[in-house]
């Protein structure tokens, strides 16, 4: 297990298109987190998950997003009727529900990068 | 919101040490501090993090004030591969992230 997986790592779709992206965590960790980054700007918390259940969304997070971890592994996060301000670099990142060595281990993937045309 | 404050940029010569400071004021008695770091178009990066001692690993130093309202992460022997922005976190049960500092390191 190398590390927190994307997938794709470039997203290109037309407005008003539904895009899904996912994210495979480091086995081991319990909890997943997405974000959202703008050119600039630090990320943005959306979502996080412990093992499948959805604890928290922060407002960002508005009706046409939807994320999900159905088995307590992967996770999608799927975007309805895409707008161009959707576009952005999604990230993902897993850690552990406790604090080892390095602090509770977050660990984030390389994004996917969208772009709405 | 971010509970930290940072300098939006700082420059560093290569090979010199690299001081990058930050104030979180309202920090909590057991909350910790965490650093990362984001070079262009990849996920932020973990470095460091600390409770009130004095934290190293191979990668930085952390030196966060007795008050515990700021600290300063110290990369020893800056590279050009250090060129990044910097975040400090206070951790609120996840990552909330400001806008970072970005360093440059310059040859």
């Known amino acids: 297990d190398t590390g927190v997986s994307q997938d794709p790592r470039h997203k290109i779709t037309k407005r008003g298109q539904n895009v899904t992206f996912r994210c495979d965590p480091i086995?081991?960790?319990?909890?997943l987190y997405w974000y959202r980054q703008t050119l600039g700007q630090g990320p943005e918390f959306l979502t996080y998950?412990?093992?499948?259940?959805?604890?928290?969304k922060s407002r960002l997070l508005s009706d046409r997003f939807s994320a999900e971890r159905p088995k307590g592994s992967f996770s999608t996060l799927e975007i309805q009727r895409t707008e161009q301000g959707d576009s952005a670099m999604y990230l993902c990142?897993?850690?552990?529900?406790?604090?080892?060595?390095f602090g509770y281990g977050y660990t984030f993937g390389s994004g996917t990068r969208l772009t709405v045309v | 919101d971010a509970k930290t404050t940072q300098p939006p940029s700082m420059d560093c010569a290569e090979g010199r040490a690299a001081n990058l400071p930050c104030n979180h004021s309202?920090?909590?008695?057991?909350?910790?501090v965490y650093w990362y770091r984001q070079i262009h178009s990849q996920g932020p990066q973990y470095i460091i993090h600390?409770?009130?001692n004095n934290e190293t690993n191979e990668m930085a130093s952390l030196i966060i004030t007795e008050d515990r309202k700021s600290s300063t992460l110290i990369l020893p022997h800056a590279t050009l591969r250090d060129t990044a922005v910097y975040y400090c976190?206070?951790?609120?049960?996840?990552?909330?992230f400001g806008q970072g500092t970005e360093l440059s390191v310059k040859p």
């Open positions: 976190i206070v951790l609120e049960g996840k990552l909330i």
């Open positions: 990142a897993s850690s552990l529900g406790y604090r080892g060595r």
């Open positions: 998950f412990q093992n499948e259940a959805q604890l928290e």
């Open positions: 309202t920090i909590s008695g057991n909350e910790y």
């Open positions: 086995s081991e960790h319990n909890r």
């Open positions: 600390g409770l009130k």
